[in-house]
């Protein structure tokens, strides 16, 4: 397979409709997931000639965790709806390419059995942990704590789902709960056996509408990891973010599954990111399909960007080969794109190189 639509075509084949449906659905009346992606449809690069390089550096550094490229893995839940062996394929893949997990909270598999697997491949592999802040102060501490002896190297708190998004695919499949035998295992009852325990035991996640900015202190104050913030639109929450000390940003929709008709997040990006001004690392997901579009996100701010459907749809259509088939897609398909807009490594690009 060549394209991220061909493998989403495969695991489509493969997946039960209603898990291919809470994968590839959004909220409402999905406006905001396909501007996700036709959004970099309207946008054209302008390249830059006679700045040759034989060979291209596609390596970055974020916050400490060293990466292949500057394409990492956006969290997603449920990886064990699309195949077997769920985050643990993905973890493998993700450290065979050398890029960044960014693991759910809401994974099928819990956080150490995830680092272990991807230890397997790599010594000191780039995980990082997408972490809902829970009402529950102390239960959110005892997370933290069990995802930091795992061996995580950031926290990445997601902050725009006070309320969960209507999905409406979701209800038409009355799909709302995983099927038995699986569960979110790093909500599991802190000290209960992990292979005996059952999904009764297993918390639900609490979409808090009280989050605020002091819930980030109070975790920055936990923790001496990273935190980085998930779901910023706005360019003064941008600003703010920078006020309140966070160690980076995802400019994010949650893959338009949350509130429908917002922009996507490569309009926003240009304005986020001069209202960052550099200070911080700042990240995208959304739509990244193509290698053009990871150059048009860099030319225009982002530092690097999530996917996640294209690795769900690779995950679904071959497991960890799958996944690590994507990975290398997209990442010849970005060094390409680099080469024939004249750059030699990401940091190359220019914001004068996107045109509308």
């Known amino acids: 397979m060549r394209t991220v639509a061909e493998f989403e075509a495969a695991a489509r084949q493969r997946l039960d409709p209603a898990h291919y449906d809470y994968f590839a659905g959004g909220a409402q009346d999905e406006i905001t997931l396909r501007e996700n992606e036709s959004a970099y449809k309207r946008l054209r690069l302008v390249p830059r000639v006679l700045r040759g390089s034989d060979k291209r550096d596609l390596s970055i550094e974020l916050l400490g965790t060293p990466s292949s490229m500057p394409i990492l893995i956006a969290p997603t839940a449920f990886h064990r709806l699309a195949h077997a062996d769920g985050e643990l394929a993905t973890a493998r893949a993700a450290a065979r390419a050398g890029t960044i997990m960014i693991v759910s909270m809401a994974a099928t598999t819990a956080i150490e059995d995830i680092a272990a697997a991807a230890r397997e491949v790599a010594p000191d592999p780039g995980l990082w942990f997408q972490l809902y802040l829970q009402p529950d102060l102390e239960f959110t501490e005892a997370i933290v704590r069990r ?98 000390g966070v160690a980076g940003i995802v400019v994010s929709n949650h893959g338009g599954r949350q509130l429908d008709t917002v922009p996507a997040t490569i309009d926003v990006l240009p304005e986020i990111a001069a209202a960052i001004g550099g200070a911080m690392p700042v990240l995208l997901d959304g739509g990244i399909r193509r ?66």
């Open 147 to 244: 995802a930091e002896n795992a061996g995580v190297k950031a926290f990445v708190v997601t902050v725009d789902s006070p309320v969960l998004g209507r999905r409406e695919r979701d209800d038409r499949n009355d799909f709302h709960d995983l099927p038995p035998g699986l569960a979110v295992e790093n909500l599991r009852n802190i000290g209960e056996n992990r292979s005996g325990g059952n999904a009764s035991h297993v918390r639900d996640i609490v979409m808090s509408a009280g989050l605020n900015w002091d819930h980030i202190a109070w975790l920055q104050s936990k923790t001496k990891l990273p935190v980085l913030i998930k779901g910023v639109l706005h360019a003064e929450d941008a600003r703010l973010a920078v006020h309140h």
């Open 291 to 356: 290698g053009t579009d990871v150059v048009k996100a860099l030319a225009l701010g982002a530092d690097a960007v999530g996917v996640g459907r294209p690795v769900v749809w690779g995950l679904a259509a071959g497991g960890r080969e799958g996944v690590s088939e994507v990975l290398e897609l997209l990442r010849a398909d970005f060094d390409q794109a680099l080469a024939m807009c004249g750059g030699r490594q990401p940091a190359d690009l220019t914001p004068d190189q996107v045109r509308r």
